[in-house]
């Protein structure tokens, strides 16, 4: 039997598995609306910036819905739905983080070939829309990742490939929880804004130019550069933890 070292969970991690409970039990069902931030700050006894991460959690993984100016909802879940407690093994594991990045070269790698073959008009306008929102990601240090996504779920719908698209569809939620929980282990790295922006734009550029080589040679350059940074990231992490 192999047992694992126990590891010291953050404050928002916890706050997102007693919330999770309580749906798993039934007690907060779809359509309830949970406490306020305050009304969670007072019981829970927690900081507000504890609450909101931890809220921001629960979204990414698709339980919550966020209604502005109504408050946070909890979602009806897909009964196929496997995202929640997959994403949630993402904050914890490193190995999970690498099989993920390992299934991202596998599907966008072959993905942006398939694009630059068959990516029409349309296609080409959504890529250049979610191009745009990158750059004007760059002067928005708080970046939720969310234009990344887009981006590159427009290659997936630009493949015109139905199983393809519904593979995205189903770790769709895991990859933007992915990105939103290592961007700041990217950030420590080479990686900036401006140097993500330069990739992506030489992406989209391979698949206007229909040029399939060179848009995979490109694809696997950038998620290489990216799973390289992650996984430093934990690495460093885990020598301050082992130091501490």
């Not at 939103?180 to 550029?205: C, D, M, N, V, W």
Request: glycine share 4%.
């Amino acid at each position: 039997m192999e047992l694992k070292p126990i590891k010291t969970r953050k404050i928002y991690e916890e706050i997102v598995e007693q919330i999770r409970e309580l749906v798993a039990r039934g007690e907060l069902k779809p359509g309830d609306r949970l406490p306020s931030e305050r009304d969670l700050v007072e019981r829970l006894k927690v900081s507000r910036a504890s609450i909101r991460e931890a809220l921001s959690a629960l979204e990414l993984m698709g339980l919550l819905e966020v209604r502005s100016g109504e408050g946070t909802f909890v979602r009806r879940l897909r009964s196929e739905s496997v995202v929640a407690p997959l994403a949630w093994m993402l904050t914890m594991e490193k190995g999970t983080v690498l099989e993920l990045l390992e299934i991202r070269k596998i599907l966008e790698v072959q993905a942006v070939g398939m694009a630059a073959e068959r990516a029409e008009a349309e296609d080409i306008r959504e890529l250049s829309a979610a191009l745009d929102r990158l750059q004007d990601d760059l002067h928005s240090p708080t970046s939720d990742g969310s234009s990344d996504h887009r981006f590159h779920y427009a290659i997936t719908r630009a493949t015109k490939n139905k199983i393809m698209i519904r593979l995205m569809d189903t770790i769709s939620d895991l990859m933007k929880y992915s990105l939103k929980a290592s961007r700041s282990k990217l950030y420590e790295g080479k990686y900036t804004p401006a140097l993500l922006f330069q990739e992506h734009k030489k992406i989209y550029e391979a698949i206007v130019a229909k040029d399939v080589e060179m848009a995979r040679n490109y694809m696997l350059t950038h998620l290489t550069g990216v799973e390289e940074e992650i996984l430093k990231g934990f690495d460093e992490e885990n020598e301050v933890k082992t130091l501490n």
